[in-house]
């Protein structure tokens, strides 16, 4: 009951000083608005940069680094083991980019709950041959169907199905920069010299273009038997374990377990591209720091109109508790009033917010690196309506709560007596 | 005990700005319920100091007050608004309606903040009062669209919506022309006969205050007569 008096109190407070109460709600409005929009396409931008690397890196990569032996036989000897033994000019012996017993890993792996999927790889250092120039490259044997499914092979390939890897004995899909180098089209056979000196002859059936340049000039992609076949090796020569886990934030432990489980080198993705976390988390403080920003000088207009309005309702205030209103009625009642201006405010602009995303979302955004992408990304995650919302509250109350205190300590006597 | 409508005994009062004044001194009187009473005196007697008191709006003071058997002393903020809001109704030299209501709503305030009744009795209740004082046909009207002694009228029926024991003016008539000021006596008067409440009403009208029936009259800070 008494409720219901001081909101309609507040509501006739309100309704006397409509324009400055609509311009207060538009203030936070505006400043919503500008939050999630800044927030969405901030983040859309960086789920896009990140994934032009993550979708395409596999949290976890099983792989034999060639480097010399850290434990020399001199070392396992006894006899030697309390002197200072120095050996000079170390080289790696073997070089096997091979990981021994993979079946079992792999096997091993796949039974892992943590993991999402697996992608065994083969990775053959060539040379493009364009009449008598050699261009370094590296073809990557794939398990057509596991790396369309976990580093989304598809979108990749512009020109050309991916799954006729599998169809076509001897195909390859070559990067966008390498076909341009060579001038090959699809249907063309280009011919490859391998690392050992063999030059096999491969049929082009698609390009693929990754985003990043670099990349598109060397790499291309085969079969993983086509691979194994050009090096003249068997089916079970594999050298990388591409591993994708439902976490990300698990891969260092995960990848120390395997290293120290199967005796590979095995790297996480925190370790090989740490500077996208870093740039994606400054990006977002980036974005919400502006954002606050917005509501805090939405806030202080909102504490002007409030004291303003406190100053030009004394006598109002006086009477309301000559009448008997009590203090904390009145401070209840300058409280409603900012509550409503920052509610209606802050539902306005999550509409608003939305719709703005939404035009930018739609804008086209063609970029040669981008393949899959035609319009500026939008990321419509509810969390940032959510923090919106909330902020925008937080701060309408605080905005309110000072100028709401000083209305309940106004002394009716002195209002009164002073006409 | 229970006819006192106002008790208070000792009452002092003093004002520290610019420096100390003793405005109030030593005041005590009883009054019954049902006078009709005026306090009287110059201008910076302390009339008007000693209403606010009364009225526990000051709670600045030295002494005892007790309203309706009820000790003022030592109370809440919320608990002194409550007893303002049940037990006194005012009636102010300058009308203090709020502009942003309809004539209606003004007089059911203070019901809506008692709570006490559902809001369509209230309605009913402050639409009679109204009609009383002859403003039946103005209750839908803005407070501003009104005259002054349309106004008083209006804060009168604001007074008694909530049937307090004491209804407090300071200077009711003051701002009023003498046929307005007449028509406000009137109704004071017919509150005290037909609704047996107590009226205490500061005036520096002698006629205003001779008409009632028991004047107190003060004089730099005390009681002359009473």
Known sequence: ?419 | MSDIAIHTKGINKYFHDPKTIHVLKDVGFDIYKGEFVSIIGKSGCGKSTLLYILSTMDTDFEGELTIDGQNMKGRSGVELARIRNEKIGFVFQFHYLLNEFSVLKNVMLPALKLGKLPSEQIEAQAIKKLELFGMGQHIHKKAHQLSGGEKQRVAIARALINDPIIIMGDEPSGNLDKKNGKIVFDFFQEIVQNFRQTLLVVTHDPEFAERSGRVIEMDDGRIVRS
Request: hydrophobic share 45%; glycine share 8%.
């Open chain 1, 1 to 419: 009951m008494n409720f219901k008096v001081i909101i309609d109190i507040a509501k006739a407070l309100l309704h006397a000083r409509l324009k400055q109460t609509v311009v207060a709600a538009v203030g936070v409005t505006f400043s919503i608005t500008m939050f999630i929009t800044l927030l969405s396409f901030m983040s859309g931008l960086n789920d896009l940069l990140d994934g032009l690397i993550l979708n395409r890196t596999p949290h976890i990569r099983l792989y034999n680094e060639v480097k010399p032996s850290t434990k020399q036989p001199v070392d396992l000897n006894p006899d030697f083991s309390l002197d200072y033994n120095v050996i000079r000019s170390i080289k790696p012996s073997g070089g096997r980019l091979e990981i021994y017993n993979n079946v079992a890993i792999l096997k091993h792996v796949g039974k892992d709950p943590r993991v999402l999927g697996i992608a065994p790889k083969v990775i053959a250092q060539v040379f493009y041959n364009i009449g008598a120039i050699d261009l370094t490259g590296a073809v990557h044997g794939v398990d057509v169907e596991a790396e369309n499914k976990l580093f989304f092979f598809k979108d990749y390939v512009v020109t050309g199905n991916y799954r006729d890897l599998e169809r076509v004995p001897n195909s390859i899909i070559i990067g966008k920069g390498v076909a341009d180098k060579m001038l090959a089209n699809p249907g063309d056979i280009i011919s490859i010299t391998t690392a050992k000196g063999d030059i096999i002859p491969l049929k082009v059936i698609g390009f693929f273009q990754s985003g990043i340049q670099e990349i598109d000039k060397v790499q291309s992609y085969a079969s993983l038997s086509t691979v194994q076949k050009m090096l003249g090796k068997t089916e079970s020569y594999i050298t990388d374990i591409q591993i994708k886990l439902h976490t990300l934030e698990l891969a260092p432990q995960v990848a120390e377990e395997y290293r120290q489980l199967f005796n590979v080198d095995a790297e996480d993705l925190q370790t090989a591209n740490s500077q996208f976390e870093t740039g994606s988390s400054v990006r977002t403080l980036i974005s919400y720091s502006v954002g606050i920003t917005l509501l805090i000088v939405a806030g202080f207009g909102i504490y002007n109109i409030l004291n303003m309005m406190i100053y030009e309702k004394m006598d109002t205030i006086a009477i309301l508790k000559a009448t008997g209103f009590s203090g904390s009625d009145v401070r209840k009642i300058f409280l409603t009033i900012a509550l409503t201006i920052g509610i209606v405010g802050s539902l306005a602009g999550m509409v608003f917010g939305f719709l703005l995303s939404a035009f930018i979302d739609s804008i086209p955004f063609n970029t040669a690196a981008l393949p899959t992408v035609s319009t500026y990304p939008i990321n419509y995650n509810p969390n940032f309506y959510l923090i919106g919302i909330t902020f925008g509250i937080i701060t309408t109350y605080l905005a309110g709560l000072l100028p709401a205190r000083k209305a309940s300590t106004v002394d009716p006597v002195v209002i009164i007596r002073g006409k």
